[in-house]
């Protein structure tokens, strides 16, 4: 057993920034479309297209059929998808259905298929056009024969009819059994042709009518204190037209613009013709920037909305408009407008918008993003656009706080180059809030630099915006989120926490992967069409979410002997509470004993594991997780090996 002795010192250190732990959220890994957007079926608005190519050459192709097929056979129903009269401008395919027989219809794929819960009511909502039908609607949830939900709607009984007569249904159904990978059909009462569009299936329980419920649940147990959003590498698109425009989610949900999704083309190679197996990952924008406000404020998190200036994704592609045209003012324009949008009366164009989306009162923004995870070369001219977005930002909204980007790294030319960048301009108040720095690491990186901020500049402030561990030689992503991994971001983060003064925000990266979706592991919490699981590096982020003090308590470099052994620490102080809050790693695969130069009872959570590379699954969720014990300070604390432990008293 190893035994570090730590002196709790009643000398107040560095404000801690209150919300200083929040959220990374990007469409990456069906993280909203399949995730914590509630919506069940895939291509509701027959708009899907394929995407394909790779640098400077990539291309869609329409597949409005993608994820639906005839029930029960083709000799009974045939599908088109077409236009001509479309029901929205935005959307203009709808399907053409002609069937032959009642009973018969389309059913979506609904990625793994649909999963029901027993008791648990679901809402159906869609439009159809009748040229040639009297009958009815009826959808059912079927499984090998046996229907476990449906619900009838006569044709005649639609609402809000449109100029091109579409008309919309609204049905609910109450789940007679549970199910998984069951099939959604939506089916006739006798023959005929009928025109859908916009086909929609949710959950009765998500949160707001938008968040799938066990997703939004793991996130509220963090406490985030932000979200940034919505990413990522999709904010600027692997081309300029893929870029993510916030004003189209601006709309009612059937008149979004489609867009493909960026991570669509990701691994793209001329192994596989350049076309992944992702190829049909689409957006259909209804997790838009109204629904990420509403997220953050019903977890009570700030929202960081990221802009684009004009930039394809770097990584992808050198494609930008030019810093002296209308399309880049456009952009600088935009973002003035998000700041009417989230906090103008609602007799401004944009705080209109807000209200009659459902929000009167203002999403009280106060932070902004420029860019995504920009640098400057002789090609992009960021530090130029960054300088333009802040003067016209801060012209009219001088409050709102800007976060500037150093690149996609800490260790080359291009951090350093920003960091040039941030200091020239140091002197200028509110020119820059903070500086989001990005790091994905081998897990003893961050062991070794646990004292990286420790010499920073105190004038221009940071960001950590992305960062993990990546764990080396694992292929397999479900795997990938191991304990060592987890413990490793622990111990950096009792540096961030003691640097508080300099840095302001963390989040890890990224936040959601549905299973057999996957672009990018590790990842914080994993789920499939039902169920979810938090990693070890989620119960990391949960841990410090709730139980962040107010201001650290100096430890004089006594940390950096006790590292020597392995052993990570930071204390700081909750003023509110009066409690002292210790947080330690042991990253040894033997016990160690704390002995501190303070008595009377704490209270302490563990995170611990078998073995380093320790992972949770959905058989086995909880395998690396939480559990609390107490006991008395002088008699020491004894710390499992490889644990992660909160010590309150």
């Given at each position: 057993m190893i035994t570090t002795k730590i002196n709790v010192s009643n000398e107040t250190g560095v404000a801690i920034q209150d919300g200083m732990i929040g959220l990374f959220f990007e469409d990456i890994n069906y993280a909203a479309d399949g995730g914590l957007y509630a919506e069940m079926l895939e291509n509701r608005s027959f708009e899907f297209v394929k995407a394909t190519g790779d640098g400077k050459d990539f291309y869609t192709e329409y597949d409005g059929g993608y994820g639906w097929s005839v029930y029960p056979s083709q000799d009974q129903v045939s599908m088109k998808p077409v236009t001509g009269s479309p029901h929205t401008e935005e959307?203009?395919?709808?399907?053409?259905?002609?069937?032959?027989?009642a009973g018969a219809?389309?059913?979506?794929?609904?990625?793994?298929?649909?999963?029901?819960?027993?008791?648990?009511?679901?809402?159906?909502?869609?439009?159809?056009?009748?040229?040639?039908?009297?009958?009815?609607?009826?959808v059912k949830i079927v499984k090998n024969g046996v229907v476990y939900g449906e619900a009838t709607m006569e044709a005649s009984k639609g609402t809000d009819k449109t100029p091109s007569k579409f008309r919309k249904y609204e049905l609910e159904f109450t789940a007679t059994e549970s199910v998984k990978k069951a099939c959604f059909t939506l089916v006739l009462s006798e023959a005929g042709v009928v025109e859908f569009d916009y086909i929609s299936m949710f959950p009765m329980n998500a949160v707001c009518g938008v968040f799938r419920k066990d997703l939004y649940e793991k996130l509220e147990a963090i406490h985030p204190g932000f979200i940034r959003f919505p990413g990522g590498c999709i904010v600027e698109g692997a081309t300029l037209d893929n870029r993510y425009r916030y004003k189209d989610s601006l709309k009612p949900e059937w008149q979004r613009n489609h867009n493909w999704n960026r991570w669509a083309v990701h691994m793209n190679c001329p192994e596989n013709h350049f076309v992944s197996v992702y190829n049909h990952y689409n957006q259909t924008l209804g997790l838009g920037y109204y629904e990420y406000f509403l997220l953050c404020e019903k977890l009570g998190a700030k929202p960081l909305p990221v802009m684009n200036v004009g930039f394809a994704c770097q990584f992808q592609s050198d494609e930008l408009v030019a810093i002296d045209s209308p399309e880049f003012m456009q952009c600088v324009q935009d973002a003035i407008d998000l700041v009417e949008f989230a906090n103008g009366d609602v007799d401004t164009t944009w705080g209109s918008i807000r209200a009659r989306m459902g929000h009167p009162e203002p999403f009280g923004l106060t932070m902004m993003g420029i860019g995504n995870e920009q640098w400057q070369t002789e090609v992009c001219d960021f530090f130029e656009r960054y300088e333009i977005f802040e003067r016209e930002i801060h012209a009219k909204y001088p409050e709102v706080k800007l976060i500037g980007s150093a690149g996609p790294d800490v260790t080359s030319e291009r951090y350093t180059m920003a960091w040039d960048f941030y200091h020239r301009h140091e002197d200028e108040e509110s020119f820059v809030y903070a500086v989001d720095e990005h790091y994905y690491v081998r897990p003893q990186w961050l062991y070794d630099q646990v004292t990286f901020y420790d010499q920073y500049d105190r004038k221009v402030k940071v960001f950590a915006g992305e960062y993990a561990a990546h764990p080396e030689g694992i292929t397999d992503g479900t795997k990938a989120n191991i304990l060592e991994g987890a413990l490793a971001e622990a111990a950096f983060l009792t540096g961030v926490e003691r640097n508080a003064d300099v840095v302001l925000l963390a989040s890890y990266a990224p936040l959601f992967a549905r299973l057999g979706y996957v672009q990018w592991a590790p990842d914080m919490i994993w789920f499939d069409g039902d169920s979810s699981y938090g990693t070890p590096s989620y119960y990391v982020q949960m841990m410090y979410g709730n139980h962040m003090g107010t201001v650290?308590?100096?430890?004089?470099?006594?940390?950096?002997?006790?590292?020597?052994?392995?052993?990570?620490y930071g204390i700081s102080l909750n003023e509110r509470t009066g409690k002292v809050i210790l947080k330690v790693v042991n990253s040894n695969e033997c016990e160690a004993k704390l002995e501190l130069n303070k008595t009377g009872e704490y209270t302490a959570t563990v995170l611990t594991g078998a073995e380093k590379c320790s992972v949770n699954s959905l058989e086995n969720p909880t395998a690396v997780s939480p559990y609390g014990t107490f006991g008395k300070l002088e008699d020491g604390i004894v710390l499992p090996a490889l644990s992660f432990a909160v010590v309150e008293f």
């Open positions: 959307n203009p395919h709808y399907m053409r259905v002609s069937v032959g027989a219809g389309i059913a979506n794929k609904a990625y793994d298929g649909i999963s029901l819960v027993k008791g648990e009511k679901y809402r159906v909502l869609f439009w159809a056009r009748t040229p040639r039908f009297d009958g009815s609607f009826s650290t308590l100096k430890t004089n470099g006594e940390e950096k002997e006790a590292a020597k052994q392995g052993i990570y």
